[in-house]
T-cell receptor, first 111, second 113 residues
Framework: GENVEQHPSTLSVQEGDSAVIKCTYS??????FPWYKQELGKRPQLIID?????GEKKDQRIAVTLNKTAKHFSLHITETQPEDSAVYFC??????????FGTGTRLLVSP | DGGITQSPKYLFRKEGQNVTLSCEQN?????MYWYRQDPGQGLRLIYY???????QKGDIAEGYSVSREKKESFPLTVTSAQKNPTAFYLC????????????FGQGTRLTVV
């Protein structure tokens, strides 16, 4: 079955720096790649997603890139702010919405 | 903050007892899911359902059971066969089709005492 690996497990940056989280997936049939943000004690919420027919997608300070050949995708956060501190999960799905998640990255943005 | 509701928020269970976690959604979504969240292990899929009266095992279904008698409801039973049930359980739902956003409930933290 699908396997999604996520790195790093923790990431500490200074406010204003950029943060990059990387994920690799195993099933070349995967065609949907969302990213979720989970703040402490709260539910995961979708922040951005990308489909396999697109190489890059941006939404203000966040962007996601997809390399289908290498089977990896990345989340980029620019101009980080303390409120960006959270756990971020990548996921991949194929077929009918069987989302498989990565193990999560704890991002800490220090003022 | 409606949409998908899990109850209770905290649940304590004695060893050997079955316990049922509730998940209700009013988003008219066809698909519903149960995930287990443990520290450092991300979200692991327990069961999912694409339509009423149908469900499939996920990656860690052993010791769990579900039902999908109504579109709005997808309860999860943690049975005594689950050897390590203490965890945070998340329910989610999404529209049918490929590549649609999954909406999560606020979670239930189950502790075996």
């Amino acid at each position: 079955g699908e396997n999604v690996e996520q790195h790093p497990s923790t990431l500490s940056v200074q406010e204003g720096d950029s943060a990059v989280i990387k994920c690799t997936y195993s099933d070349s049939a995967s065609n949907y790649f969302p990213w979720y943000k989970q703040e402490l004690g709260k539910r995961p919420q979708l922040i951005i997603d990308i489909r396999s027919n697109v190489g890059e997608k941006k939404d203000q300070r966040i962007a996601v890139t997809l390399n289908k050949t290498a089977k990896h995708f990345s989340l980029h956060i620019t101009e980080t702010q303390p409120e960006d501190s959270a756990v971020y999960f990548c996921a991949a799905s194929w077929g009918f919405q069987k989302l498989v998640f990565g193990t999560g990255t704890r991002l800490l943005v220090s003022p | 903050d409606g949409g998908i509701t899990q109850s209770p928020k905290y649940l304590f269970r004695k060893e050997g007892q079955n316990v049922t976690l509730s998940c209700e959604q009013n988003l008219n979504h066809d698909a519903m899911y149960w995930y287990r969240q443990d520290p450092g292990q991300g979200l692991r899929l327990i069961y999912y359902s694409q339509i009423v009266n149908d469900f499939q095992k996920g990656d860690i279904a052993e010791g769990y059971s579900v039902s999908r008698e109504k579109k709005e409801s997808f309860p999860l039973t943690v049975t005594s066969a689950q050897k390590n049930p203490t965890a945070f359980y998340l329910c989610a739902s999404s529209e049918s089709g490929i590549g649609t956003e999954a909406f999560f409930g606020q979670g239930t933290r189950l502790t075996v005492v």
